[in-house]
């Protein structure tokens, strides 16, 4: 864990401003590269999200860095050589340069980089340069925000007007769209349930390219529907997993492997205990461990999920998914 430099009694957010800005004069960080992100800092220095976003908006209102989109904050292309007086943040822009475009890409940024947890209506204004109330002219609240950034990011990708030859073809083409949207912006898994999905249009669109896959195989509308929900939550099953483990090595400090390592004692005594033989038997043939792949995953899964269906799908097998 990095100690932050400064002046001691200093608050914590300060100091880690104080480390950075260092790391920008002696040149360690120069124009354009990036610099550590909110969890990184969290991660780095032991401090909360909340104490890691302060620090980096702070740098961004002393002109030292910069959101870039897709890439996330780096340093600013003309960086004060030595640490920079303090001064007050740069006027606000005209409000007519605010659009509620800018604002949902802005936001869709943000949480990309540092996890829907650090999104805030008043993180949004700061990043734009914007007053912290300016954003509420075009959106009501949060949680609508998050609905148009759940929109715009599902529209990231579309779908070729001539589809593919084969129902299976079109299916994978639409998982494979829905997981690479996910791995893109891994906050997406975590906004809706099959119980309580989410209705944006966007999502639609994948929802509708699904269904006319499997339209026309003689399918009942239950089953249709039963059979387009099941390869769904295949894709956001695995996904939700990809903004929980950024989540946790966040908020614990420690990566996959360094968790895994500090409960080694509590695995060897759930092995040695000889009541999971089967259990034992399959942990104790892994000469390196067991390597938690989730884009293998996801591809194994969605063979055999398609496999499974195939008979169903093609009038091989009648019935529903429902049938016992």
Excluded: N
């Amino acid at each position: 864990m990095t100690k932050p430099t400064g002046a001691p009694g200093q608050p914590p957010y300060l100091r880690i401003v104080a480390e950075i800005r260092r790391r920008i004069a002696d040149g360690e960080l120069a124009p354009g590269d990036r610099v550590p992100s909110t969890r990184q800092i969290a991660v780095q220095w032991g401090v909360a999200l909340a104490t890691a976003t302060k620090a980096l908006t702070t740098l961004r209102l002393e002109g030292l860095v910069e959101a870039r989109p897709r890439t996330g904050t780096v340093v600013a292309g003309s960086a004060p050589a030595a640490p920079p007086r303090r001064h007050a943040p740069p006027a606000p822009p005209s409000e007519q340069e605010l659009t509620l475009d800018r604002i949902v890409r802005t936001a869709v940024d943000i949480a990309d980089a540092e996890g829907l947890s650090a999104l805030s209506m008043r993180g949004v204004a700061a990043r734009l340069g914007v007053a912290a109330m300016s954003p509420y002219r075009y959106v009501g609240s949060k949680d609508d925000l998050v609905l148009l950034m759940a929109d715009a990011a599902f529209g990231d990708e579309t779908y070729p007007a001539d589809a593919p030859e084969g129902w299976r073809s079109c299916i994978e083409l639409g998982a494979r769209t829905l997981w690479t949207l996910y791995r893109r912006h891994p906050w997406l898994a975590q906004l809706g349930s099959l119980t309580r999905p989410l209705l944006v249009p966007k999502l639609l669109v994948h929802g509708e390219w699904m269904l006319s896959a499997l339209d026309g195989h003689g399918l009942d509308p239950t089953t249709l529907f039963d059979i387009h929900v099941l390869i769904y939550s295949h894709v956001q099953g695995l996904a939700v997993h990809l903004e929980w483990e950024a989540q946790a090595e966040a908020s614990t400090g420690q990566s996959e492997d360094q968790w895994m390592d500090s409960r080694t004692s509590v695995l060897r005594e759930l092995v040695e205990s000889g009541r999971f033989p089967t259990f034992a038997k399959v942990v104790g043939s892994f000469h390196d461990g067991y390597d938690l792949r989730l884009d293998a995953l996801f591809e194994s899964g969605l063979k055999a999920l398609l496999d499974g269906l195939t008979p169903l799908v093609e009038g091989e097998e009648t019935g529903s998914l429902s049938d016992g």
